[in-house]
């Protein structure tokens, strides 16, 4: 065809398609911003109407193409999806496909019914992907427009040329007698046996002849002739009995054997004149293959109205205009909708779709002098298109409200959610919304503050939280301090089971405070022990204004309430001046111990020109010297070496304080405020939250030590008397201490003489606990002389036998005393919602204190102490340029 070419149909710097084509002599296009696999025949419909303009629901296309690149000229027509595609594909090596033909048909013109036999023309026309499925699967019963109905008894005959089949088809159900018309001799396999050249000679002048109603030659009435109930009878594939295996009778695979010009010659219904094949074996050959049914090609209706998956109902309650604002936000956002504000006061709040003719709407009111908010109006439907909203979709901005809302669903009561860039990457797979980091770290924030409130409410919440802390933990001691204006100042809290357990506790307590980051400042500060397995025991915490002597004289004093003077409590800090006044002025009879790390840090800092953290290792180690003639050799060195630090130590601190062997109390292995500082590390993040989020995070993780160490304690047999730390001690040294050489000095004082390891004779007193390396006497349980001592005093078999090795070691490090620091249950307190509160708690109020305002990015990691190295940042010094570096590198040569 003169008028047909190729044509570039693909835009080289994008995905978009082109599409040519011809409707009524004119050339047209268009282009669709899709890939090609996504492309539809009713898109490609819907963009030809649409350029054409004409109504697409008043016409019907008809769209062909002739496929050159395969080198054929019949024109291919385009049904469904497939062909489409199969066009679309289509591209030569320059990148082209033909021009695509497109004839419009007018739904007037088109049958208002059209009949079986007509769908049937019309699917009868061939597919460009392959064979027609309809008319190798078509019902035999359908009638065509030029079917022909024979008459022959009770038989009904349709003849349908077109396709050539014979349709044989009983119109009665039973037939009581068979008739057996053959008069050719048993039926014979051609009709011109015999030597004759005409298919009815000298028998037949016609397809009924000799009593034959029907066209099968062999006499037969109908298929079923010869008490045969099915036409493949005798094994046969045709539905001709007799032993035909055609339509014609003799076996002839022509309609014109005998020089027939005609097809229908004879009465016979076989179209395949000429000396083609028998459709009928054709046919029976297609069935047995399996052919893949064509899509079927159903119309794409118009967009139908879309719930926006709100889930509102009419008088449907919230807290507020805000919770409103939050519901519809969020679903707006996950279900990629856009709403605007009609009316937003302290009364009402109106919304509705920002699309003209969309009958979306909400509307909220405020419920009489209550802040609660309900819906009054609500349409769910949208009739707008998602696409057509796309403007605003795009402007759709993540708010910590919905980030706190959605972290509350995923999260739910949880007060440790992910960091901000994870929070970034899921709002953004959950609700398809971009938020930046301060955002997502607002709303991380605020959802913290939606399970315990804002840091103002918690402030004038804080009675009412106490009185249910008092209430499900018995025995717990509580107390808030206000300045004049009746603003909070301090707190300080001990749990019931702190207090109980601490009883049965070594009488040792770390203090030390740690700044809070939730704008208001103060520190918090804990009072904690260490049970006998080495594991954190807090006994006290509490929130003061800052270290100094007011404030921590009143936290002391509280602390008082709770454990008593005595000359057997012993406090480990470091040296801050004003928490050593005050543990003097309420504890006299208690002692105070210095944190020899913190020492250390101030040493090292005091040593110049040499390896400062072998200067700190080596005062560590002067440190935990058991004995006093080791102490003083060893002091006396580092005093030689580090003239500097010596002094500093003089000057700043007594050994009495820091030095093991010249410490008065009974301080065990704690010489550093480790403990405490490990505390501060544990709530690092809860410093962040606001007053009572942070309680609550305290008191949940001291409920779940108390719940891991009370597993730990009635693990293992029930016959260990002695907490894993001392059992492990002695089991490891029990085997040296049976090799050490004992002597006995009193049997009646159990003294004995026991040779080290070392060679030196180490004197060891059963009865007093104790041995003269010091170890038996501090830290309260027997070391390897003391074993050794106690093995020999087993083994002599005296019946005057008074004690068994549990009772040389100390009480708390027996295990039934461990299990009682531990016995009570820690409970949290439940959600406000479930607060039985009086009214007279109530009515008390606290204000917050005054915020501290500061400039610039707000501070989240403390100043390092004396002696503390910073990390490193990114901004390294760059290696030296030299000569070197130019020739080799930063390697070393």
Known sequence: MNDIQWLSCQDPMSNNVIIHFRCEGHMYSVVIKNEVDDITVSMVEARICKKLGIDESSVKLKLSYIPLLIGSEEQFIILDDEDLCVYLLSLDKENRRCILYVEIIR?????????????????????????????????????????????????????????????????????DEEVNLDENGGGKEDDNAGGKEDD??????????????????????????????????????????????????????????????????????????????????????????????????????????????????????????KAVQEVVDRGACSNSFGFEVVKSDKQRLVLK????????????????????FSIRTYSNLHTCSRGSQSKCNSRRKGTPQLV????????????????????????????????????????????????????????????????????????????????????????????????????????????DATFLKNGYGGVLVFA??????????????????????????????????????????????????????????????????????????????????????????????IARIYTVPEFDAAYSGFKTRYPSAAKYLEESSEKEKWARCWFPGDRYNIDTSNVVESMNSVFKDARRYSLIPMLDTIVKKTADWFNTHRQETVRGSSERKLVPLVENFVHDTWGEAECLIVSELNAFHLEYSVMGRDGKPYLVNLLAKSCSCRFFDIEKYPCVHGLAAFIFYSKKGD??????????????????????????????????????????????????????????????????????????TQNKRRPRQSLQWLLFGNRNV
């Open 107 to 175: 739904r007037s013109e088109l049958p208002e019914q059209l009949s079986r036999a007509g769908k049937r023309s019309s699917l009868g026309k061939r597919s460009s992907l392959g064979m027609n499925y309809e008319v190798l699967h078509s019902n035999d019963n359908d009638f065509g427009d030029r079917a022909i109905t024979l008459y022959g008894g009770n038989i009904l005959v349709e003849k349908q040329s077109e396709r050539g089949i014979v349709a044989i088809q009983e119109m009665l159900e039973a037939v």
């Open 200 to 321: 009815n000679a000298d028998r037949m002048e016609d397809d009924n002849a000799v009593g034959m109603e029907d066209d099968n030659a062999g006499g037969r009435e109908d298929d079923n002739a010869g008490g045969r109930e099915d036409c493949n009878a005798g094994g046969r594939e045709d539905c001709n009995a007799g032993g035909m295996e055609d339509d014609n009778a003799g076996g002839r695979e022509d309609d014109n054997a005998g020089g027939r010009e005609d097809c229908n010659a004879g009465g016979r219904e076989d179209c395949n004149a000429g000396g083609m094949e028998d459709n009928g074996t054709q046919e029976s050959e297609m069935r047995g293959r399996y052919i893949e049914a064509p899509p079927l090609a159903k119309p794409v209706p118009f967009m139908e109205a879309w719930e926006d998956g709100l889930g509102l109902k009419i008088q449907q309650e919230f807290v507020s205009k």
């Open 353 to 372: 779709c920002p699309k003209e003719g969309c009958q979306w709407g909400v509307r909220a009111a405020k419920i009489g002098r209550s802040e609660t």
């Open 404 to 511: 706190a809302s959605l972290l509350h669903d995923d999260y739910p009561g949880q007060m440790e959610t992910p960091p901000p860039k994870s929070i970034i990457e899921l709002v953004w797979n959950k609700l398809g919304v971009k938020v930046s980091y301060s955002t997502a770290l607002r709303g991380r924030n605020e959802a913290v503050n939606v399970l315990r409130g804002t840091p103002e409410e918690s402030y004038q919440m804080l009675y009412c939280y106490l009185y249910m802390l008092e209430k499900m933990n018995y025995g717990t001691i509580s107390s808030v301090e206000l300045d004049e204006s009746d603003k909070f100042k301090y707190l300080f809290i001990a749990l019931g089971a702190s207090i109980e357990g601490f009883q049965v506790m070594r009488k040792v307590i770390t203090v």
């Open 528 to 621: 904690t022990a260490q049970d006998p397995n080495r594991h954190h025991y807090p006994l006290a915490f509490g929130v003061l204004d800052g270290e100094n002597k007011e404030s921590w004289t009143w936290f002391f004093e509280m602390l008082k309430s709770v454990v008593p003077d005595s000359s057997e409590l012993v406090f480990m800090s470091d040296r801050n001046v004003s928490l050593i006044n005050a543990i003097a002025s309420v504890f006299p009879m208690a002692h105070h111990a210095h944190c020899i790390w913190h020492l250390a840090q101030n040493v090292r800092g005091h040593v110049p020109n040499v390896n400062k953290d072998v200067v700190e290792a080596r005062f560590m180690d």
């Open 799 to 872: 019946s005057n036998h008074v004690f068994d090795l549990e009772d040389l070691i100390s009480k708390y490090y027996w295990t039934e005393l461990w299990a009682l620091a531990y016995y009570r249950t820690i409970y949290v307190v439940p959600d406000r919602s479930q607060w039985d509160v009086p009214d007279y708690i109530k009515n008390k109020k606290i204000l917050a204190p005054k915020r501290i305002e500061q400039r610039g990015r707000k501070r989240v990691k403390r100043f390092p102490s004396a002696g503390e190295r910073r990390p490193r």
